[in-house]
């Protein structure tokens, strides 16, 4: 590359090192603003170095590649500012007075490193208990008292728990005429009477919790037999019940776990109709309203920092994928009579589990940020982004300092691999842990 000494075009790099008529990035002696934390990739590079990627085509994997983000208009930035600064320093050549010297070299310079990039997304998120469902009295044979166009179930609602109240197995949920109807865990509601002689599922979730609650006497299979209906009868004497020595639908409330209760909507003193109550798991969770567009950094088991108002941060894991919902289809009854076209973006429900509940502290309800990991690369070489140099017909170089080559640098071709927190991952001939390379200052 020789320096200029005529009236000059703006060059860029070209493929093999000379200038060509067109400034894409920076040059030598430039000063740009150093880029924001969040760079993206820029257009045509390939996530890892490879082929680019045509503007509109999904990548050959078939999972869509999340769109461009605004760090990328950083990455323009610097080279607006590049080039701004050339044209003031007059390394690009004035006129036919052109008194300008030949830059001697980067006015700053980085090192290139061996490192592990993270690539990484930040989005919102809020600390809850997950999502409530409503407890419903039920009636013997397992039909829900009090449903639609019902006058409700025999009896009386006698208690009620408060709101806030946690629920445990075996502690009662609602009591119908002083009857308590208890809590057992499972994963499937009772759905008949079951009696000596049944066998099932729902057999062995009765079976299992009464061994939990201390009874015994039979095996916790899942055959209701003689032993099994002995222990029924001793346990319906604890709950003020008849003993019959047999479980209808309406005896207990299964659920998968211990519960919270969120609000009491029944009144004692009437009749068991309609919902009693709602509750939710005792656990604190953290929900986030996924952007479709970054439904391929999740799915069940992925890990993520979670942090929170005071600054603390805490790891989550993904435990559930909800199916994607149009905020729009939920609004556009609303948004066509207001006028507005309800055109959103569709979002996923994910819940994350936090191992740490006292690592949340004393928050109940708060937002929080939520960074999710989308790829990791060790042990690759890495420099700032600011040292990217855009090739003339497509690609990047980077500015090697060499102080035997022409003017103490050479344009070396790179291709890049991932961008996270500033650096890009980059690889080319002569490219070494410890190169010198120019950056934009």
């Known amino acids: 590359m020789t320096a200029p000494d005529e009236t000059h075009e703006r060059g860029a790099v070209g493929p093999g090192g000379e200038s060509s008529g067109t400034l894409e990035v920076r040059a030598p002696g430039t000063v740009a603003a150093e880029p924001e934390p969040d760079s993206a990739v820029p257009a045509g590079s390939g996530d890892h170095g490879g082929p680019a990627v045509p503007a509109g085509e999904p990548p050959a994997d078939g999972r869509k590649r999340r769109p461009l983000r605004t760090s990328l208009i950083v990455l323009t930035a610097i080279v607006v500012a590049a ?63 009090g449903g639609a166009g019902g006058s409700g179930g025999s009896g009386i609602l006698t208690w009620l728990p408060e709101a806030g109240a946690t629920i445990e197995r075996g502690e009662n949920v609602y009591s119908v005429n002083q009857q308590k109807t208890p809590l057992l865990y499972g994963d499937i509601p009772f759905y008949r009477t079951m009696r000596s002689g049944d066998s ?78 709602s509750w939710t ?114 690609g990047y170089a980077l500015e090697v300092v060499k102080p035997s080559a022409p003017h103490g640098v050479e344009y070396v071709p790179v291709e890049l691999g991932i961008f996270a927190d500033s650096m890009v991952e980059v690889s080319g001939a002569g490219i070494t842990e410890g190169t010198v390379v120019g950056v934009a200052k």
């Open 83 to 145: 080039a701004a600064g050339l044209a003031a320093s007059g390394v690009l050549g004035g006129g036919d007075d052109d008194t300008s010297r030949a830059p001697t070299g980067p006015s700053a310079t980085a090192k290139v490193k061996r490192t592990t990039l993270t690539d990484s997304e930040t989005v919102a998120g809020t600390i809850g208990y997950g999502e409530a469902a409503t407890v419903q009295a039920v009636a013997p044979g397992g039909s829900a008292q």
């Open 281 to 394: 798991a005792t656990e604190r969770v953290v929900t986030v309203d996924l952007e479709a567009q970054y439904e391929d950094l999740v799915e069940v088991g992925t890990k993520a920092e979670v942090t929170l108002p005071d600054g603390s941060t805490v790891q989550g894991t993904v435990t559930d994928v909800g199916a994607p919902s149009n905020v729009a289809d939920d609004q556009s009854a609303d948004a066509g009579a207001a006028g507005g076209e309800g055109d959103q973006e569709a979002t996923l429900p994910v819940e994350l589990k936090v191992k740490d509940q006292k690592g949340l502290g004393d928050y109940q309800a708060a937002s929080v940020d939520v960074t999710l990991q989308s790829e990791s690369r060790k042990n690759v070489l890495a420099v700032p982004v600011n040292a990217l140099v855009a090739r003339d017909g497509g």
């Open 200 to 277: 099932g599922s729902d057999v062995k979730i009765l079976e299992a919790n009464l061994k939990a609650l201390g009874y015994d006497g039979f095996t916790a299979d899942s055959t209701y037999n003689a032993a099994t209906a002995a222990a029924v009868e001793e346990w319906q004497d604890d709950l003020n019940r008849e003993e019959t020595g047999e479980v209808d639908p309406g005896d207990a409330v299964v659920a998968d776990g211990a519960r919270k209760v969120s609000k009491v909507t029944g009144s004692t003193g009437t009749s068991p109709s309609g919902p009693l109550l």
